[in-house]
């Protein structure tokens, strides 16, 4: 039951339901909520008229029509006036309602646009952090599964976010420049050329020792390092956590984590490969200082690379022990790099 960060258009979204901010006439406004309508076509506001509007903090369900989603998921949130007039309560209450009425009508993947941060004044950042805690709350208690994705579009996200200190010199610091990249190639090439040499000019004596070393590979074979699986439970249990906290705080469905559970152990008859996303994503949820976080890596086929700012990004918010999955995927998000976690697959 991940939650996700995209930018994207939230009429285009292949999902179970899509959330509009909508006004209380629930008869189609400005901004996210004309978009909707004009996506849905004149049904959806047949349907809406059918409603008879809706409360601040509430939240009205309608089919999606002609939207690629099947159901529209109407909630109206407050009009900011300075924070003393409840809006924070009404604004939460639009999250929690809109993921109630998603559960009640199965939905497996719902679409939030920011919710009362256009128009109607909500302060950019505190309206991230409602919609974040509040969803995450939500996400904690649910037994089913529940993919949600909160949506901003364009691209101005300024004020969204809260900066990082000391990252841009971190990522500076850390990605080569072309001339290394350069130099790397030239060596490669040149390994190369000495390994094609090397087979040419082998003798018996090189043949013969080269037979002896794929025997001593054979035996090294039966004896296996720790599975990425293993170290995953077998951390979940040194450091006391649970098994339910664990995969929600990496970010992934329970599915992903009844694989790993399942691949664990010296008996185990399949092995789990997972993405590198899902590898960093526990190394986060597990805490793990940087040296075991690499060694996690190693296990599941991975190592970070100075080339990539993903793999840069993690490893400083591991270094500086930032392990909020959350607060990972809004760097991630605000330097244009894929977010952590994983959906089934």
């Given amino acids: 039951m991940p939650l996700f960060i ?3 258009d939230i009429t285009n979204l292949k999902v179970d339901a899509i959330v509009n901010a909508a006004n209380n006439s629930l008869l189609g406004g400005g901004g ?3 978009c909707i309508h004009r996506a849905a076509g004149p ?3 047949k349907e809406c008229i059918t409603l008879r509007g809706c409360e601040t903090g509430d939240a009205k369900i309608t089919k999606g029509y002609k939207l690629p989603a099947k159901y529209v998921i109407h909630t109206v949130g407050p009009i900011w006036r300075g924070g003393r007039k409840g809006e924070e309560e009404l604004l939460k209450s639009c999250y929690n309602r809109c ?3 998603a559960v009640e009508n199965k939905c497996g993947s719902v679409a939030f646009p920011m919710i009362s941060a256009g128009v109607y004044g909500y302060p950019k950042y505190e309206a991230m952090q409602v919609a974040k805690n509040t969803i995450n709350s939500f996400l904690e208690k649910l037994e089913d599964d529940l993919d ?3 949506v901003l579009f364009g691209r101005d996200i300024s004020g969204f976010f809260e900066p990082e200190d000391g990252l841009n010199d971190f990522l500076n610091s850390r990605i080569p420049d072309l001339f290394d990249s350069i130099k790397m190639c030239s060596i490669a090439g040149m390994v190369g050329e000495a390994t094609n040499r090397l087979f040419k000019t082998s003798s ?14 054979g035996d090294i074979l039966k004896q296996p390092d720790e599975s990425f699986s293993s170290m995953v439970m077998r951390k979940i249990k040194e450091s006391g956590l649970n098994e339910v906290s664990c995969y929600k705080a990496a970010n992934v ?3 992903i984590f009844s694989k790993i559970r399942s691949c664990a152990g010296e008996d185990e008859t399949e092995t789990y490969q997972p993405t590198k996303s899902t590898a960093m994503s526990f190394a986060i949820a597990l805490k793990l200082p940087l040296d075991e976080s690499k060694e996690l890596l190693r296990k599941a086929g991975y190592a970070f690379s100075r080339s990539d700012k993903t793999d840069i990004i993690v490893e400083y918010c591991i270094t500086n022990r ?6 990972v995927n809004e760097i991630l998000f605000t330097y244009e790099q894929p977010v952590l976690g994983s959906k089934c697959h």
């Fill in 204 to 217: 018996k004596e090189s043949r013969k020792i080269c037979s002896e070393r794929m025997s001593d590979l």
């Fill in 148 to 150: 949600v994705y909160i």
């Fill in 322 to 327: 930032i392990y909020d999955i959350f607060r």
């Fill in 43 to 45: 049904d959806l506001l």
């Fill in 32 to 34: 996210v909520d004309g």
């Fill in 99 to 101: 993921l109630q009425i």
């Fill in 6 to 8: 995209i930018n994207d």
């Fill in 253 to 255: 469905n329970k599915q």
